[in-house]
């Protein structure tokens, strides 16, 4: 297992929930002589000048390098430009999303289809940056309705899965409850099951954030929409506590001996689940032992009583 921290959505935010680690579906391929263009649609054309037809793959592998190249890349000097920086790199990605799904959309039955979609969706806004720094994903909602009508008993949509359960959008719950009700592959469904609880949980703590600021509502409904933020706060939040813990549970016990990246899916779907009922607000915080900025070693516990502010962060 590579670490026992998943990196989840963008580059510049880490899952602190992570039951397993897995690579990243689509290969980031090397490509010589590269070519950039606007569109993909493009690329057929320009083969056809120098005499040859380019194919899907060529085209995807074009786009993959362009996906990958930010422009204006400069060193970062403050948290002013490492934003900008950020936004720029979520606007730059859902532009290649969109082409990726033209790809997609002209050459549905070639097996680069699904490359192309899984990338398009790649990015997930797991912070969530708000909408008027990151822009809309205009590539989304497309990408996501042809993965569910074309590509939804695939064997290689566990990274896929595993990659959106850190995300808070109405597709990314639609895609894991149709991969879960019918993708025959059982490492796809444990992957699937597992990453559905979680991204019910995750979700359920940012209703409850968005709930109590209202700063973060707004920035949701702007990302999200105003409808679909309604709907989450009619939500029965007890029963989407038992969902979640159903979820956990019953997986466990139908897809417990299939191995996924750090263990069993018995092993992981326990632990989450364990993590589930105690790592919650209103509840006792477990002992944590750790060293302190001055190099003294410290218990949690010695500070009962008194008010903590406990900081978990990594340098990305």
Request: neutral net charge.
């Amino acid at each position: 297992m590579r670490s026992e921290w998943w990196a989840g959505g963008s580059e510049q935010a880490i899952g602190l929930y992570c039951w397993f680690s897995g690579g990243i579906a689509v290969t980031r391929g090397l490509l010589v002589g590269v070519f950039l263009v606007s569109h993909p649609s493009l690329l057929p054309a320009i083969g056809n000048a120098q005499g040859k037809q380019v194919s899907p793959a060529e085209q995807i592998a074009v786009l993959k390098v362009e996906y990958d190249r930010v422009p204006g890349g400069r060193a970062i000097a403050s948290d002013a430009e490492r934003l900008e920086y950020i936004g720029r790199v979520y606007r730059h990605h859902q532009a290649v999303g969109e082409k990726l799904v033209a790809l997609a959309e002209a050459h549905p039955r070639d097996p680069v289809a699904l490359d192309a979609l899984t990338l398009a969706v790649w990015q997930v806004n797991t912070t969530p940056w708000p909408v008027d720094m990151v822009g809309e994903d205009a590539a989304r909602p497309r990408a996501f309705a042809i993965i569910e009508r074309d590509h939804i008993q695939s064997d290689k949509l566990g990274p896929l899965c595993q990659r959106v359960s850190y995300g808070f959008c109405r597709e990314y719950e639609a895609f894991l409850r149709a991969v879960v009700a019918k993708n025959p592959n059982r490492q796809v469904q444990a992957t699937a099951r597992l990453s559905l609880a979680q991204f019910l949980c995750n979700r359920m703590y940012r209703v409850d954030l968005c709930k109590e600021m209202p700063e973060l509502a707004d920035e949701f409904v702007a990302l999200y929409g105003k409808e679909y933020y309604a709907e989450l706060k009619r939500q029965d939040r007890d029963a989407v506590e038992r969902e979640i813990e159903s979820r956990f549970e019953t997986t466990a016990k139908e897809l417990g001996d299939v191995r996924l990246a750090g263990g069993t899916v018995a092993e992981l779907a326990t632990v989450q689940l364990n993590h589930f009922r105690t790592l919650q607000v209103g509840k006792e915080a477990p002992e944590i032992e750790g060293i302190d900025q001055q190099g003294a070693k410290f218990k949690l516990s010695a500070y009962r009583g008194k008010a903590v502010l406990l900081d978990f962060w990594s340098y990305v």
